[in-house]
């Protein structure tokens, strides 16, 4: 059988499979008002299609730790206690299905306050539920997003403070793992890019200075996160600059620090903090990032990235590239990829008991 089909353990949670379901935002919670950034209807049934599906661990969307750290303004939020009452329909149904409910938290930095990607995904203002985006340095993304404004050491200390906060309301939401959003632009990959980060403080300059906010971030959420449960950190390993970028050398460093601070599991991707480079896009091109860290550090690791035929993900596994896999887009078209990927290759996953009659036969009990 495929190691894609045997539970993987970490600290005291043991996933049933090796099949997960990485964070896509879905831009459909409220812009405002009391239920503004609390998940709904919509949100319980896109992630409960695929723990029935039998994606043995589901990482919830990119959240933000507070109102100004959403990449939109329809984005999940964990910033209060209404948001955390409304994750917990959500990860009961999850848990019930032998599903591992996980949860990204985020900040969007200078990419913040844009619109939904359907209508188009330009910055909006305050006359659009917008706000002054933040960031490590007074630079803009591209030239169809505003300055942001450069954070205080006051203000950096009040955010990282904020993800202490939200992985508190995580753990009381009755999520059993944490991933910190270290990827694809948003604040904490500014600080760690000398792209982005200008910076002649203590946040900027030296590697050590650029991922010092990034370490601080895992400090405080691993002080508050239960020692038996794990913690995840997403990278980009590259900015996919010729030079100026964050890079596969620096992931590498980088990884042996998260681990030392108490990381469990890194989540590779690449790329989305500058703007019109050329990304190799291919099935699988984000894998060698993967298993040069599962190679060279201590981390377990999650490969992403255009991973889509069971055999590919099978293959990923059983060369030792990575820990575990994870299907975006293939989730989203469909929900119950790791069952049909086990019947194909003669593995098992969970089978809702409402579902029996489509089991495979090895699985199915009665008529």
């Known amino acids: 059988m495929s190691a894609l089909f045997e539970p993987f353990t970490l600290r005291d949670v043991t996933i049933p499979n090796r099949v997960w379901m990485p964070p896509m935002c879905q831009y459909s919670a409220a812009p405002d008002g009391p239920e503004a950034g609390a998940p709904h209807d919509w949100h319980f049934a896109h992630y409960a299609a695929r723990a029935a ?29 209404t948001q955390t009452e409304a994750f917990r329909r959500i990860t009961r149904f ?6 591992i409910p996980a949860i ?23 006359d659009a539920h917008g706000w002054q985006p933040l960031a490590p340095s007074p630079v803009a993304f591209d030239e169809h997003h505003p300055v942001p404004a450069e954070l205080t050491v006051d203000q ?5 403070g904020q993800f202490a906060d939200a992985a508190r309301r995580a753990l009381a939401a ?39 906010f990034a370490l601080e971030v895992v400090d405080a959420v691993r002080a508050v996160w239960p020692e038996g449960k794990p913690l995840f950190f997403r990278v980009s390993a590259t900015d996919w600059l010729p030079e100026g970028g964050w890079t596969a050398d620096d ?3 980088f990884a042996r620090e998260l681990h030392a601070h108490g990381v469990d599991l ?23 990032y993967a298993a040069r860290v599962k190679a060279e550090t201590p981390l377990a690791v999650a490969a992403v990235g255009l991973i889509t035929e069971p055999e590919q993900a099978a293959k990923i596994l059983a060369n030792d590239e990575a820990d575990a896999v994870l299907l975006g887009r293939e989730l ?12 194909r290759l003669g593995g098992t996953v969970r089978v809702p008991d409402q579902y029996h009659r489509a089991a495979p036969a090895r699985q199915r009990r009665g008529a």
């Open 156 to 160: 950096i200390q009040e955010i990282v």
């Open 174 to 212: 009755g999520f059993e793992a944490v991933e910190i959003h270290g990827a694809h632009g948003y604040l904490i990959n500014e600080f760690l890019s000398p792209h982005t980060n200008h910076r002649t403080d203590a946040y900027g300059g030296s590697c050590e200075n650029r991922t010092r």
């Open 266 to 288: 890194l989540d590779v991707s690449t790329g989305g903090n500058a703007s019109g480079v050329h990304i190799p896009v291919r099935p699988g091109y984000q894998v060698p």
């Open 53 to 81: 599906g039998g994606t043995g661990l589901i990482i919830v969307e990119a959240t933000a730790v507070s109102p100004e750290g959403r990449i939109s303004p329809y984005d999940l939020g964990l910033w209060n206690d």
């Open 94 to 99: 999850l848990t019930g299905q032998g599903t």
């Open 332 to 343: 989203l078209r469909n929900p119950s990829w790791a069952r049909q990927a086990a019947d």
């Open 104 to 126: 990204q938290l985020g900040h969007g930095g200078r990419k913040a306050s844009t619109d939904r990607p359907w209508k188009g995904g330009a910055p909006v203002g305050p």
């Open 251 to 253: 992931t590498v460093r």
